[in-house]
């Protein structure tokens, strides 16, 4: 065995090139695994971690509509409570303008027990907030230039003046991350705030002693408080869809990575068996038992899983925490910390990784240990490629269940099926047709009497090498197409101008007659409000409640923002435009009349019976396809007249949003020029963009270093063919002509049909999106794909410069001689 382990080390560290090529593909695969495999779980973890520096120790939030007593809790399973009572209230600023209509700033002002927030954990032990004192937030004293000691004249619901001291200023952590201007007072010291004089309870955060018992807590506060809103910080159904949806698409990832590993596996593992031989002749002409034999073959590629998972494994660990927190983003509270994965996650990836390299040569191996020990030492290689009849069944059965499984477009595992089993078929199947098209030139060129391509296309159709990177080209190419067609899509979406106007203005509850007035700013041609929220809505009659985004759209459409697809124009009042995902997860057709129950978890939920006037195929805004486009004066019946955003257009846009900045107070709490917010946009899109740019040349580089690895090893078994061709009557030149034509028709065959088939496959990996609520407009644009069809075409014909060059050193009287 010592000489054994001996042979195999030697071998891995003599092929560099093919060792490279492995350890890569199985890198890329390990890695995506990881994410698949630990995303939800740390996912969670951080969620939790996050929640536990906002809420303390909380498990619960009550959401009341009205004020609650000291009975909030009786008959609830053994708890503690925190009682929170918030009003917004202005407060006097310290600015240095001589606009007097801005001299008050509006702040969210949270008033609670002191031992009863200590005891939940969301304020320190060592703050004072009783006795007239208050606590802010450390952005609010940076932006308004408070100290502790400094006073601050708050306004409440009576409009009195009441002087607090700023007693400490903190992090933004616990109740000081609830908002970025927020003032943290005593119950007690809330009374002079508020209207009636008593401070009103209306939220309430519980931490059930027994998290066991979380669920049945949950359960009271529901049954106790039907109109209230009842959070659980770690199982929130929104939040799990978010997760499940972010796991799926790492999914679809991992199961392309999965083929193209598999695939380049198998191809240079036939051509590993192939090549080592000669030494397995040897081991079994000193008695080396087969099943020694068969395990000296699959060890290597044991050990090629073993390191490659490892190292993808290290990369997921030195990548995880800035890709986790670009995933997370909590502007500037304090950022939960990153988990490692879970021991079982590494054991899972490693032996996943072990056993798939260790079945993917299982095959040749048993199929090399048949081959006479007399025809292994005198080298007597066979280079004809001959089909299989299973893999012509298997392949066949699995392209039957892609037609079928293809018709259940609505279901994420069925899509996922028959993408696997479209690629996997046609990699089975896919020798016949490169022996066809072979065939058929082979034919034509001897009608044409060009001799050389004639043995090229004979030899294209019949060599192992040739024939197994054929099949190499179609299944990469076809799923780098997938990748390109994905991205070529996405970067439609990305470059669609929805704004067209040149300042954008986010509101927080202002009313438009309250910005009249920068209608009259020098500069200003055209202003236009945006109607946008996001609610609970049942649809139908069915109990599911579930968060849609809903807009105000104006009769004639909105004139500065373009934002949909597919929606109509003139929405009447008891008529609206529904999200494609939507419409078929309901069975909604365009006609239809449809209850939409708003506010659905709200005090007093508004329905409306409503036409569906079109399909939305794409809110570009949103990025889903759950939107609901409401006409606006119905939107404005049920939700009032706030809109979420004001548009401007006009000739100088800075100098606009500096003026809109100076005039506006707390009306309008972001301002940006359209250009601004495009290129804030563009930072975060740019990183995925060279995610899958990145993947689209890694798969292309892979498939390349396979092909080579294919030609060379290929090319051991063709020497002596070559030898006596070279002595007989064709000159190397020739020889390498023919080598050249040969990569042209078989790379050219792969590349004519991974065309049709990566657009086939495109669509099915939409319809995927699609149900991870992510809905991108498939666009295929024939002539780029021809175009990048061509020009891997090109890269997989160079790889016939690698036989050529080996041929070139080829010791022709060696050869002759050997035999």
């Known amino acids: 065995m010592r000489l054994i382990f001996k042979h195999i080390f030697k071998d891995i560290f003599a092929h560099k090139l093919r060792t490279l090529l492995l350890l890569i593909c199985i890198i890329v695969c390990s890695f995506t695994a990881m994410i698949c495999m630990d995303l939800s779980g740390s996912l969670k973890t951080m969620l939790r971690g996050l929640f536990s520096t906002m809420a303390g120790s909380s498990d619960l939030e009550v959401d009341t509509k009205s004020p609650v007593g000291d009975d ?332 079928v499984t293809f018709f259940f477009k609505d279901s994420f595992t069925t899509n996922m099926i028959c993408f696997i089993c479209v690629i996997a078929g046609a990699a089975l199947l896919f020798n016949y047709v490169t022996r066809g098209i072979a065939g058929l030139l082979a034919k034509l060129f001897d009608k044409l009497n060009w001799p050389i391509a004639h043995l090229a296309a004979v030899e294209a159709g019949a060599k192992k090498s040739t024939v197994g990177s054929s099949v190499l080209c179609v299944t990469a190419a076809a799923l780098a197409l997938v990748i390109y067609m994905f991205s070529n899509s996405l970067s439609n979406v990305y470059s669609k101008q929805v704004f067209k106007c040149d300042v954008i203005n986010a509101l927080s509850g202002t009313k438009p007659t309250m910005l009249t007035y920068i209608d009259q700013l020098d500069g200003v041609e055209q202003t236009e409000f945006f109607y946008l929220t996001q609610d609970y809505v049942k649809v139908g009659e069915k109990q599911k409640e579930e968060i849609l985004y809903l807009y105000g759209w104006k009769d004639g459409g909105n004139q500065l923002v373009d934002t949909f697809e597919g929606c109509d124009d003139h929405i009447g009042a008891d008529e609206v435009c529904l999200g494609k995902v939507l419409m078929k997860d309901y069975g909604l057709e365009v006609g239809d009349k449809v209850k939409l129950t708003f506010m659905a978890q709200g005090y007093l939920p508004a329905e409306r019976e409503l036409t569906i006037k079109s399909k939305i195929d794409i809110d570009y805004g949103s990025g889903t396809g759950t939107c609901v486009v409401l006409n606006e004066d119905t939107y404005k019946e049920i939700y009032g007249d706030h809109p979420a955003y004001l548009f401007v257009k006009g000739d100088d846009p800075k100098t606009i949003k500096k003026t809109i900045q100076d005039h506006s107070a707390d009306l309008i709490p972001m301002c940006m020029t359209s250009n601004e917010y495009m290129l ?140």
């Not at 925190?82 to 209509?101: H, N, Q």
């Not at 020694?292 to 997921?316: D, H, M, R, V």
């Not at 009557?729 to 078989?746: C, G, T, V």
Request: charged share 25%.
């Open 72 to 403: 909030f809790a009786d008959g609830a399973p053994d708890c503690n409570i925190l009682r929170i009572a918030g009003i917004s209230c202005y407060f006097d600023r310290r600015i240095d303008s001589d606009y007097s209509y801005v001299n008050r700033g509006e702040a969210t002002v949270v008033a609670v027990d002191p031992e009863e927030g200590k005891n939940m954990n969301v304020i320190r032990d060592e703050i004072q907030i009783d006795g007239k004192k208050a606590g802010i937030s450390k952005n609010f004293a940076e932006e308004f230039g408070f100290e502790e000691g400094d006073k601050i004249v708050l306004h409440g619901d009576r409009d009195v003046p009441v002087e607090f001291t700023v007693g400490t200023i903190e992090e933004k952590q616990g109740l000081f991350s609830m908002s970025d201007k927020v003032i943290v007072i005593s119950l007690k010291d809330m009374k002079d705030l508020s209207l009636s004089g008593e401070a009103e309870i209306t939220s309430v955060l519980v931490d059930v002693k027994d998290d066991s018992q979380i669920k049945d807590a949950e359960k009271f506060f529901k049954d106790k408080y039907p109109t209230a809103e009842v959070t659980n910080f770690l199982e929130d159904k929104d939040l799990e869809d978010s997760i499940k949806g972010i796991s799926r698409i790492f999914l679809i990832l991992f199961a392309i990575c999965m083929l193209l590993v598999i695939f380049v596996t198998v191809s240079v593992s036939e051509r590993m068996i192939s090549d080592k031989m000669s030494v397995v002749g040897t081991f079994r002409s000193l008695g080396v038992s087969p099943a020694k034999a068969t395990f000296a073959l699959i060890f290597e590629n044991a050990l090629f899983g073993l390191a490659g998972s490892c190292i993808g494994i290290l990369l997921y660990i030195l990548i995880k925490e800035p890709l986790f927190n670009s995933m997370l983003i909590v502007e500037d509270a304090i950022r939960p910390k990153v988990p490692m994965p879970k021991f079982y996650v590494y054991i899972g990836v490693i032996l996943g990784a072990v056993i798939i390299e260790s079945l993917c040569p299982i095959k040749e191996s048993v199929k090399a240990l048949r081959v006479p020990i007399r025809d292994i030492i005198f080298n007597t290689k066979e280079t004809e490629y001959k089909p299989s009849k299973a893999a012509t069944v298997i392949g066949a059965l699995l392209l039957i269940t892609a037609a």
């Open 680 to 819: 804030q946009l563009g930072v975060s899109r740019a990183i995925l963009m060279v995610i899958i740019h990145m993947l689209i040349l890694i798969g292309v580089g892979l498939t390349f270093i396979g092909v080579v690895s294919n030609q060379l090893i290929g090319l051991e078994g063709r020497k002596r063919e070559c030898a006596v061709m070279t002595s007989v009557a064709m000159p190397r030149k020739k020889l390498s002509k023919m080598f050249l034509i040969e990569n042209m028709i078989a790379a050219g065959t792969a590349l004519l049909f991974a065309v049709p088939i990566g657009m086939f496959m495109s669509v099915i990996f939409m319809r995927m999106m699609d149900t991870t609520g992510n809905v991108i407009p498939l666009l295929i644009p024939v002539v780029k794909c021809v175009i990048y069809a061509i020009f891997l075409w090109g890269i997989f014909t160079l790889v016939s410069l690698f036989p050529i060059r080996a041929l070139k050193k080829m010791d022709v009287v060696s050869q002759l001689k050997y035999e």
